[in-house]
């Protein structure tokens, strides 16, 4: 289990790397989920184009608008920002579930969102909060909407010559809570289901929105609106009386997971509803009462 | 000394990185990889190797056409029985067919192990796919074969017989007939398998380093493979990062491979398994499936237990029918079964070989047996606990004959035990009595929650013999030797304290060396809970020989009757007269007359020196130069330890996962030399007995392809998986052996499955007849049991 | 094939300045063991999970199996070599790993003791959770954990009583 032999680059500054990329490679930023697959020899890539050492993409710049990751972002430095956590809770909710903290000391929130796993959180957080990932090459930069950058398993919208620099994830809209729930066989694995949810109440506390993101579901995070039936027949209750079963049973009509050797589809389906349940009545709880 | 929980003398050295594991040793050697088959049955209808010839630092390919006769034979079957009439081993190599993925076919040697895989990854080999044989039952129907001259895959079939069961059965006023299955797991020792061989072309011998639990047998299957006397050959057990079994098997295809390499390029060559490798190229165990009918009188008691296992071993059968052998022979546990007859069937599949994991096949016949005793109390609406209590072995039966002929060729007879204080020891741990109401109290919050119990006997410390090397030097130093291996027993700790409490000499003075057959070269191995047993009384009796001798030179040198004598803090003493001492290191000198003086001390043993009569000859008739002295011990059969073990668990009614609040242990290995480090094997053994109840299996689809051949996918536990373990100890000393100690290694794994199982089907009022068991399988359980009464068990007083 | 190209990596190990020469592929654990000696960092798996090979980078504990030498030169490495003070004695972590029987085969040890170190350097006083959630990224397969737990919380006791943390 040790690597094939590659081209190695490792520019110190982006438009180096984007030159390198140009000429085509992959990527090593964290290396967390590229070196096991490289170790295993199931990816061969011609160039690795380590950008580790292009010291401007590390920043992690936290505004009232919401959280901007840059490519080198470890997932241990987002999700220890308390000011991170302020503008949008459900990062640190979800990274606490990305593996362990040592493989968060090395791995990368953009890498992540890069690898596009299917089973991974970070996906289903950036399509919830409707954030959106910044990509660069040789030849321009362009801001690729979460909805638009997830494409399949383990492919994104990124072109080979482009680099993800960054990603955006949106600040928490007023009155508005979050909560992220997921069920692995062991502590860290990779989640066979797992839900992100996001509740907004209105003027009078009650819920005026109620979304969530799944994993593990489908080959792309699937990002449902649930405020339907979340709400319908319960107006007026406060959150914390809201029955959410409807919602569950909403979510649970609309996935269509597989099955693996850890669990079955109908298994799945079946965590998708009480998952939903849990994670939605957890944001509510969550939702401040007033203000952000 | 001797039973105190004293730190262990091996971890300075593996605190600091200065532990030596194999891959830390011969630094710049080179480094050998392997292609392995990916089929699970195909033929090789040709290897190519011509695009691997220009890859960079390439030293040698070898395929099976490359192998002289001797090396490229199929490996010794080593452990024949007559029940195992068709025995199949494989080549180092394969020749024409390869039976499971993961089969060696080719050996690459090269400049390091990146350049090794570089031109192993560039070998093709072209396969005829042949149809796989995947899963016991399709084993057993046969349609399809694993080797063409086995008819019906099937390896070996054993029946034994005590009584006439089928017809206790049959009369009994109670009868029930089941089915059990349990899915392979794996050793999975952290450090993967390796060897590391050095030719000497001026001595033509070979030193091979393996990270082994048999340095003697690797020796001497070397010895014989590579056509060397045994004296050219020697073998050595560095450190070793686990082995639970796995690495007992031997020799492993690439333990003969490399070191034929190394004599043949005149070079050191090292392999260093990596995890994939593990998977495929090691072996599992576990796999089995259990018809049982048993029969019962009002009270629970069994009168006729009739079980019938298919097992399944593999590929190939190297290491013979150990595993249900012992299934079949440990499967009455504690108790009487009545008549009691077992039959097993071993079968060939596609798959990795089945050789002993930790627990050997008792996990299986421990689970075949509490799970009976559950449905017996379930049948009658007994106490789980009262069922067990009304079948075990009184204290005053022993020693007890189950008439049955264990793993070692010997009776089955139990030496001694105490299984009714044991489960009032254990009931108390866990809380057994009052658990009802805890269960309803936990029931009216909407939780669900389970107690279980899981009882074993183990037959430790089988035979036939280990041996003990005791040597005092002339500054007082004590050196132990022992030819059985070390895995992280903490031997040199428990046998130093054996050493020292026999010796009197003070625990810093002693060193013990292990797994070196330079140092000792009779011995077994590390296997069967067997090493405290085996070289514990090995030791004390070799250190009452040195002991003794140092009596009589003592008792000369003193002019004392050796009678009289006595050895504290490495001084021997008149007893009662403290003046009249002479230290251990200056008897020492005197045990080795000289005619050189190499030191000041070695002054007194020259020839001018030493008294004693002129007309005797300086080493006296019948005794040897030197404080030293070897002996053996080789037991007329195996000591009999004992367990209960004890859960509570809690079970999701929503997510149907699957929690343990509680588990408690309760221990009987006899006299402990250290209880810490007892207490570490049974945490150890009970963490891997909740892999293989909750986590651990071997996934193969049905063309014979491992799915989850990895760290990620084989689920071991973490600390987060693993509860708090309590443990409590009841010592009732083996009268077999002048230690009075039975083994302790395997313990902890037996009956965990069982014991979980018991908690989950209390919890949930399922039967749970198969392990392990994931969130997934008692969801889908929970669904069938929905709709079928018959998967629904009354809840049981507690 | 011709010869790979190879890099002169340096680093800083243990507060000692060492450099090889190596290909770009090389593993930090490869380049470790096998090009500076330093064996004392083990290899379980190879892909991340076992975390046998667990080094402190810049002080945080990573993967050396998942971190390529040539990304780590210029950094400073700790490894289970480097954990003591210097004076010949063991740090509290090492040493309470021996006063609780904390390790049986030794193996998974190392990243064990450089995980643990950095996890009492964060938090002096973990509870059991903080202890189960620091350590669940590290597999052993011989002590049940039940004194690996232990030692944890014992090396805590030890580094407050030092008062140092040294």
């Not at chain 2, 082994?212 to 050959?233: E, F, I, N």
């Amino acid at each position: 289990m040790k690597p094939p032999p590659f081209d190695y680059r490792a520019p110190r500054t982006l438009e180096e790397a984007l030159e390198d990329l140009a000429e085509g490679g992959k990527v090593l930023a964290g290396g967390q989920s590229l070196i096991p697959l490289l170790n295993m020899r199931l990816a061969a890539p011609e160039r690795l184009i380590d950008i580790n050492g292009v010291a401007s993409l590390d920043a992690l710049e936290v505004t009232a608008a919401g959280v901007r990751a840059g490519a080198l972002a470890r997932h241990a430095a987002v999700e220890r920002s308390a000011e991170a956590a302020a503008v949008q809770p459900l990062l640190r909710q979800a990274l606490r579930h990305v593996a362990h903290p040592v493989i968060r000391n090395r791995g990368t929130v953009v890498g992540s969102l890069a690898h596009a796993d299917p089973a991974a959180e970070l996906p289903a957080v950036l399509a919830l909060l409707d954030g959106h990932v910044e990509a660069a090459s040789a030849s321009g930069r362009r801001t690729v909407a979460a909805a638009d950058f997830f494409t399949g398993p383990l492919e994104s919208a990124l072109r080979p010559e482009e680099l993800a620099t960054a990603a955006f994830f949106p600040a928490l809209p007023p009155r508005t809570g979050t909560a992220f729930a997921e069920l692995a066989r062991r502590h860290g694995d990779y989640a066979l289901v797992g839900a992100a949810a996001l509740v907004t109440l209105d003027d009078d506390l009650r819920v005026r929105a109620a979304r969530a993101a799944y994993l593990g579901v489908a080959d792309t995070p699937v990002v449902l609106d649930l405020t339907g039936p979340a709400v319908q027949g319960q107006e007026g209750r406060p959150p914390g009386a809201v029955d959410w079963s409807a919602a569950a049973a909403h979510a649970v009509a609309r996935v269509n997971p597989g099955g693996d050797i850890h669990a079955g589809a109908d298994y799945r389906r079946h965590l998708v509803g009480v998952l939903t349940g849990r994670a939605l009545a957890e944001a509510a709880r969550n939702a401040p009462p007033g203000g952000t | 000394m001797f039973g105190e929980p004293i730190p262990r003398r091996e971890d300075p050295r593996l605190l600091t990185g200065q532990g030596r594991y194999l891959d830390d040793l011969g630094r710049g050697a080179l480094a050998a990889a392997f292609v392995r088959s990916p089929h699970a049955h195909a033929r090789i209808e040709g290897i190519d190797v011509d695009a691997a010839l220009d890859v960079d630092g390439l030293v040698a390919i070898y395929t099976h056409e490359d192998l002289p006769p001797g090396v490229g034979d199929p490996l010794p079957l080593l452990i024949p029985h007559p029940a195992l009439t068709h025995g199949r081993t494989a080549r180092p190599l394969a020749r024409d067919v390869v039976r499971h993925v993961g089969e060696p076919v080719a050996m690459v040697v090269a400049r390091d192990r990146y350049l090794a895989e570089d031109a192993a990854e560039r070998i093709r080999v072209d396969y005829e796919v042949l149809p796989a044989v995947v899963g016991i039952e399709n084993a057993a129907a046969a349609e399809r074969l694993v080797h063409e001259d086995v008819p019906g895959n099937v390896g070996a079939h054993l029946v034994q017989e005590v009584g006439d069961a089928p017809a206790a059965v049959a009369a009994a006023p109670h009868r029930l007939e089941f089915r059990l299955d349990i899915e392979r797991s794996a050793s999975m020792p952290l450090e993967g398998r390796g060897v590391y061989a050095r030719w000497d072309p001026d001595e033509g011998s070979l030193r091979v380093y393996s990270s082994t639990q048999t340095s003697t047998g690797v020796r001497m299957a070397l010895a014989a493979r590579l056509g060397l006397p045994k004296t050219k050959v020697e073998v050595i057990a560095p450190d070793v990062g686990g082995g639970f079994g796995v690495k007992v098997v031997h020799p492993w295809p690439e333990e003969v491979l490399v070191p034929w390499a190394a004599r043949l390029l005149g070079r050191e060559v090292k392999w260093t398994e990596d995890r994939r490798e593990h998977f495929v190229g090691a072996a599992h165990e576990r796999g089995q499936v259990q018809r049982v009918r048993v029969g019962f009188d009002d009270a629970g008691r069994i009168l006729g237990l009739d079980v019938t296992i298919l097992h399944d071993h593999g590929a190939y059968t190297p290491y013979g029918i150990i595993v249900p052998i012992v299934t079949s022979t440990q499967l009455p546990g504690p108790y009487k079964p009545g008549a009691y007859r077992v039959e097993f069937t071993s079968l060939y599949t596609n798959t990795v070989i089945v050789t002993p994991y930790r627990g050997a096949g008792r996990p299986q016949g421990v689970f075949c047996m509490e799970r009976t005793m559950d449905k017996i109390a379930a049948h009658l609406g007994l106490d789980r606990a009262e069922v067990r209590a009304a079948n075990f072995i009184r204290p005053e039966e022993f020693p007890y004959d189950q008439g049955l002929t264990f793993q070692d060729g010997r009776p089955l007879i139990y030496d001694s035990g105490d299984y009714p204080r044991m489960l009032e020891m254990i009931k108390e741990l866990i809380g057994w009595d009052g658990f009802a109401e805890e269960r309803e109290a936990a029931r009216r919050e909407g939780r669900r929650i389970g107690i279980g119990l899981g009882c074993y006997v183990e037959g430790t410390g089988v035979g036939p013999y280990e041996g003990g090397h005791v040597e005092i030097d002339s500054t007082g130093r004590v050196h132990v030797a022992t030819g059985l291996t070390s895995q992280g027993q903490g031997h040199q700790t428990v046998f130093a304290q054996i050493a020292a409490a026999e010796l009197g000499v003070p625990i810093e003075d002693v060193t013990v060396a292990t797994g070196d057959t330079r140092r000792f070269g009779y011995a077994v191995g590390t296997f069967a809970s067997r090493a405290a047993v085996m070289s514990g009384n090995a030791i004390a009796l070799a250190c009452r020989r040195v002991r003794d001798k140092a009596l009589r030179i003592a008792g000369e040198a003193l002019e004392a009757d050796p009678r009289d004598l006595e050895i504290t803090d490495g001084v021997v003493h008149v007893r009662g007269d403290p003046t009249a001492a002479i230290p251990l290191r200056t008897v020492a000198v005197l045990a080795n007359p000289l005619r050189y003086a190499f030191d000041e001390e070695a002054r007194r043993a020259t020839q001018f020196a030493v008294g004693g009569s002129p007309d005797e000859p300086p080493v006296p008739a019948g005794e040897e130069p030197g404080l030293e002295g070897r002996d053996y011990y080789s037991p007329v059969r195996s000591t009999f330890a004992s367990g209960m073990h004890a859960a509570v668990v809690e079970t999701d009614p929503e997510t149907a996962e699957i929690r343990i609040l509680r588990y408690a242990v309760v221990h009987d290995c006899g006299r402990m030399i250290n209880p810490r480090i007892v207490e570490g094997q049974i945490h150890g053994g009970v963490a891997q007995g909740v892999g293989g109840a909750l986590y651990e299996r071997m996934v193969y689809d049905e063309s014979g392809q491992l799915l989850n051949a990895s760290f990620m996918d084989f689920l071991m536990p973490y600390a987060t998986e693993v509860p708090r373990i309590r443990t409590g100890h009841l010592e009732t000393p083996s009268p077999l052996n002048p230690l009075g100690i039975k083994g302790a290694g395997e313990a902890g794994v037996i009956p965990v499955s069982a014991v979980i199982a018991s908690a989950v089907e209390d919890a949930e009022g399922i039967r749970i007849d198969a392990m392990p068991l994931s969130p997934d399988g008692l969801f889908r359980l929970r669904r069938r049991a929905a709709v079928d009464p018959a998967l629904r068990v009354e809840r049981l007083p507690a | 094939m011709s010869g790979e190209p190879v890099f002169e990596i340096t680093m800083t190990v243990n507060g000692v300045r060492r450099g090889a020469r190596a290909p770009a592929r090389r593993l930090l654990s490869d380049f470790l063991r096998h090009d500076l000696g330093l064996t004392g960092t083990h290899v379980g798996c190879e892909h991340g999970v076992c975390g046998c090979c667990t080094v402190l980078m810049d002080g945080d504990p990573v993967r050396s199996c998942l971190t390529l030498a040539i990304t780590a030169a210029g950094h400073e490495i700790t490894t289970v070599e480097g954990l003591a003070p210097g004076d010949g004695e063991p740090s509290p972590v090492q040493r309470a790993f021996q006063e609780c029987h904390g390790l049986q085969c030794g193996f998974c040890t190392p990243g064990f003791l450089c995980t643990v170190t950095a996890l009492l350097r964060d938090n002096p006083r973990p509870t059991d959770e903080e202890v189960l959630e620091g350590i669940s990224g590290n597999l052993c397969r011989c002590t049940g954990y039940q004194n690996i737990v232990a030692s944890v919380h014992r090396a805590a006791e030890l580094i407050a009583e030092s008062g140092d943390g040294s």
